[in-house]
């Protein structure tokens, strides 16, 4: 009887929205591969990774990355899995309210619930940070978020990602990591007037990315093996090593893939057409 009722409870616990059913081991990986850390600090604090605050600079003003620590008054301490899943991959906040592209929901839309679950319980054990987040500081239109909406409706597709059955699964895998969690074309893509990715120039660089650095492109012609060699440590086939922000990227991010994503990405960019 006390075993039943046990399992009971167990099963009504998890039935509660918000109860965490994800793998947060997993999802700490799942944060890797989104190089979240590398947005996500609080500047001139240590110990504070994920406490965010730190300012990007874009042609339409300046954003503020938010805090994804479970803090409940300035993190996202109050959120449910369903609050989460429809903030990455809708660009909704649970408020209702629409998130700027600047947060790359437009990439998260292609992952897969189950890394998204996992990601959130990972966050949820994170210690929590008070940082509240400045508003951000955008010039005129682009501070109307309710013009948001339209922005969707004309450049926001929200479909998840599809396994392209010609190709291999390694270069499945490399695709879903490059263009969802990864998010690599969020910056390494022109952008529009209006602040969506050029589409017919994906990977092909961005003169003016965030902190107006000059993002180069992501396909120059280079075999498997460079590819492997550029993102584990970030050095090129002559012999130079990558900085700035690419810098960042290969310790937070392509460092720390596995073997077997580091070389799925590898092919993927490599047979890219």
């Given at each position: 009887?006390?075993?039943?009722?046990l399992?009971?409870?167990?099963?009504?616990?998890?039935?509660?929205?918000?109860?965490?059913?994800?793998?947060?081991?997993?999802?700490?990986?799942?944060?890797?591969?989104?190089?979240?850390?590398?947005c996500?600090?609080?500047?001139?604090?240590n110990?504070?990774?994920?406490?965010?605050?730190?300012?990007?600079?874009?042609?339409?003003?300046?954003?503020?990355?938010?805090?994804?620590?479970?803090?409940?008054?300035?993190?996202?301490?109050?959120?449910?899995?369903?609050?989460?899943?429809?903030?990455?991959?809708?660009?909704?906040?649970?408020?209702?309210?629409?998130?700027?592209p600047?947060?790359?929901?437009?990439?998260?839309?292609?992952?897969?619930?189950a890394?998204?679950?996992?990601?959130?319980?990972?966050?949820?054990?994170?210690a929590?940070?008070?940082?509240?987040?400045?508003?951000?500081?955008?010039?005129?239109?682009?501070?109307?978020?309710?013009?948001?909406?339209?922005?969707?409706?004309?450049?926001?597709?929200?479909?998840?990602?599809?396994?392209?059955?010609?190709?291999?699964d390694?270069?499945?895998?490399?695709?879903?990591?490059?263009?969802?969690?990864?998010?690599?074309?969020?910056?390494?893509t022109?952008?529009?007037?209006?602040?969506?990715?050029n589409?017919?120039?994906?990977?092909?660089?961005?003169?003016?990315?965030?902190?107006?650095?000059?993002?180069?492109?992501?396909?120059?012609?280079?075999?498997?093996?460079?590819?492997?060699?550029?993102?584990?440590?970030?050095?090129?086939?002559?012999?130079?090593?990558?900085g700035?922000?690419?810098?960042?990227?290969?310790k937070?991010?392509?460092?720390?893939?596995?073997?077997?994503?580091?070389?799925?990405?590898?092919?993927?960019?490599?047979?890219?057409?």
């Amino acid at each position: 009887m006390t075993r039943f009722c046990l399992l009971f409870l167990t099963i009504c616990l998890y039935s509660l929205p918000g109860f965490a059913t994800g793998d947060a081991v997993k999802g700490e990986y799942v944060l890797q591969m989104g190089g979240c850390i590398s947005c996500h600090q609080t500047p001139k604090r240590n110990h504070a990774e994920l406490g965010g605050g730190h300012a990007i600079k874009t042609p339409f003003g300046t954003f503020y990355v938010p805090n994804i620590t479970p803090d409940p008054d300035t993190g996202i301490g109050g959120w449910t899995d369903e609050d989460f899943i429809q903030a990455m991959t809708k660009g909704i906040s649970p408020e209702g309210s629409h998130y700027f592209p600047a947060f790359p929901y437009t990439s998260y839309a292609k992952m897969s619930q189950a890394d998204l679950i996992d990601l959130k319980a990972y966050l949820d054990t994170v210690a929590p940070i008070k940082n509240a987040v400045p508003n951000h500081d955008l010039s005129f239109p682009f501070n109307m978020r309710f013009l948001m909406f339209a922005w969707k409706m004309m450049f926001f597709d929200d479909a998840p990602f599809k396994i392209n059955p010609d190709k291999s699964d390694q270069w499945n895998r490399g695709a879903y990591i490059v263009n969802g969690p990864s998010h690599c074309g969020e910056c390494h893509t022109p952008r529009n007037i209006f602040g969506a990715l050029n589409a017919d120039m994906k990977f092909k660089g961005n003169p003016v990315g965030p902190d107006n650095e000059k993002i180069p492109s992501m396909l120059p012609q280079w075999e498997k093996a460079d590819f492997l060699t550029v993102l584990r440590m970030g050095m090129t086939p002559d012999g130079d090593f990558l900085g700035g922000s690419m810098g960042h990227v290969i310790k937070r991010t392509t460092s720390k893939l596995t073997k077997e994503d580091l070389h799925a990405v590898a092919t993927y960019l490599s047979e890219y057409e």
